[in-house]
Each structure stands twice: as structure tokens, then as C-alpha cells.
């Protein structure tokens, strides 16, 4: 049976709020740089219509504004998921600390050192 102490379960949680942060972050700047993207195509777009090209060469442009429109959504819908995620692993670690209320480290500050389990557990 595998034992954890309240010291690696909040470890674990702040290790997973920041990967989800980083995550959040990455997400962030690269629905920018696509957002960006779109506008340019968008004005890449207007200024071709202005010049009349054939609705054959319009329909390409078209195609590629909606490419990175499609992958801006689906980086903006990442970015939510991250925050959520980080949301729920702060929310889990304060729930954990108000619950417990620090007895992991009262025990372990105790100035008496713990038993030993075995001692108790296999006792005849």
C-alpha cells in the first residue's frame, strides 16, 4: 500500500497549478500571434477584393482566414481549459490545508518522533 503525506499531495498541487499556468500562458501567447494572423488575412483579404481578383482567388483567401479563425478558437478553448484546470488545483489545495488544518506539519514539528507502524500493525 502506497502512502502519501500531506507535504506531497500539496507538493503535487502547486507542481500541477504551475504546469497548468505555463500551459495557460503558452496558450495565451499563441492565440495572439494566430489572432494576429487573422487580422492580417482579413486585411490581405479586403485588399485583394479591392483589386478584383476572381472569386476563385477570393475563395482561397477565404479559406485560409477560416483556417485561422478555426485554430484560434480551438487555442482560446485550450487557454480556458488551463485556467480551469489551474482554478481547480489551487481550489483543491485550499481545500486540502482547510480541512487538515497544518496536522501533517503539527505531527511532523511534534517534538516526540512518530511509532513505528509496523510495531502496531503486526502485533499477534
Known sequence: MAEITYGQIQE?????????AAEEATAR???????AKVVEAER??????QLGFDPLTLHDFQQVGGALVGQARAVAAAANSAIELNGMA??????????????DRAAASAPVPPAHR???????
Open 12 to 20: 503535487h498541487l502547486v507542481r500541477l497549478a504551475t504546469a497548468t
Open 29 to 35: 501567447e499563441r492565440f495572439e500571434r494566430l489572432n
Open 44 to 49: 490581405n483579404y479586403r485588399a485583394i477584393e
Open 90 to 103: 489551487r481550489t483543491a489545495g485550499l481545500a486540502i490545508e482547510r480541512r487538515h488544518g497544518g496536522f
Open 118 to 124: 509496523d510495531a502496531y500493525n503486526n502485533r499477534l
